[in-house]
């Protein structure tokens, strides 16, 4: 297996290519979208991963990090920092620093940001070519504006009121630490 490319850019370091790479959340670029957070992938955006998705998304309180949904494939959830609320098939769950969120195939849920600061979260999911995901309304979920307003399966349809413009930028999160030395290859 050949190594990725991993390219400096001007928003942080971006994973160009498909092979194995090293990189650091805090070097990431990352991405945007009025009221969904802030989050970064460990993948191409044109080469991404076949078989596991995995990133970490940085909500403000009261922020969801998408749309109340169920995929046919499993989930997973682990809060690196701070609080969030997550709605699982229709019930609030409370969940702070180092709790997990483990969700089977086809169980509801999203998440939000609480508490009094931001929330980082590590998600992961599994991906198959036949993958599907739903979306039903959900009177939970609508509390925190992360229910779709007429049941669908398809993303297109459901995010159609969601903001289409995405912002890349320079990490917000891990909070700003020593720095780094600069490794051999680099």
């Given at each position: 297996?050949?190594?990725?490319?991993?390219?400096?850019?001007?928003?942080?370091?971006?994973?160009?290519?498909p092979?194995?790479?090293?990189?650091?959340?805090?070097?990431?670029s990352?991405?945007?979208?009025?009221?969904?957070?802030?989050?970064c992938?460990?993948?191409?955006?044109h080469?991404?991963?076949?078989?596991?998705?995995?990133?970490?998304?940085?909500?403000?309180?009261?922020?969801?990090n998408?749309?109340?949904?169920?995929e046919?494939?499993?989930?997973?959830?682990l809060?690196?920092?701070?609080?969030?609320?997550?709605?699982?098939?229709?019930?609030?769950?409370?969940?702070?620093?180092w709790?997990?969120?483990?969700?089977p195939?086809?169980?509801y849920?999203?998440?939000?940001?609480a508490?009094k600061?931001?929330?980082?979260?590590?998600?992961?999911?599994?991906?198959?070519?036949?993958?599907?995901?739903h979306?039903p309304v959900?009177?939970?979920?609508?509390?925190?504006g992360?229910?779709?307003?007429?049941?669908?399966s398809?993303?297109?349809?459901?995010?159609?009121d969601w903001?289409?413009?995405?912002?890349?930028?320079?990490a917000?999160w891990?909070?700003?630490?020593?720095?780094?030395?600069?490794?051999?290859?680099?």
């Amino acid at each position: 297996m050949k190594e990725a490319t991993v390219k400096d850019t001007d928003s942080g370091r971006m994973v160009e290519s498909p092979g194995w790479f090293i990189v650091n959340v805090a070097e990431l670029s990352w991405e945007s979208v009025p009221g969904g957070g802030i989050w970064c992938s460990f993948e191409a955006d044109h080469a991404p991963n076949e078989q596991v998705g995995i990133g970490v998304h940085v909500l403000a309180p009261d922020e969801p990090n998408g749309l109340y949904h169920a995929e046919s494939n499993q989930e997973g959830f682990l809060v690196l920092s701070g609080e969030c609320v997550a709605v699982v098939e229709g019930e609030e769950r409370r969940l702070r620093q180092w709790d997990y969120l483990h969700c089977p195939p086809g169980t509801y849920h999203i998440t939000v940001g609480a508490g009094k600061g931001p929330c980082a979260i590590l998600m992961m999911g599994a991906r198959s070519p036949d993958r599907t995901i739903h979306y039903p309304v959900d009177a939970t979920a609508a509390r925190y504006g992360a229910s779709v307003a007429r049941e669908t399966s398809s993303p297109k349809e459901a995010y159609a009121d969601w903001p289409r413009t995405i912002t890349r930028e320079r990490a917000p999160w891990p909070p700003a630490t020593s720095a780094r030395p600069e490794e051999p290859g680099r």
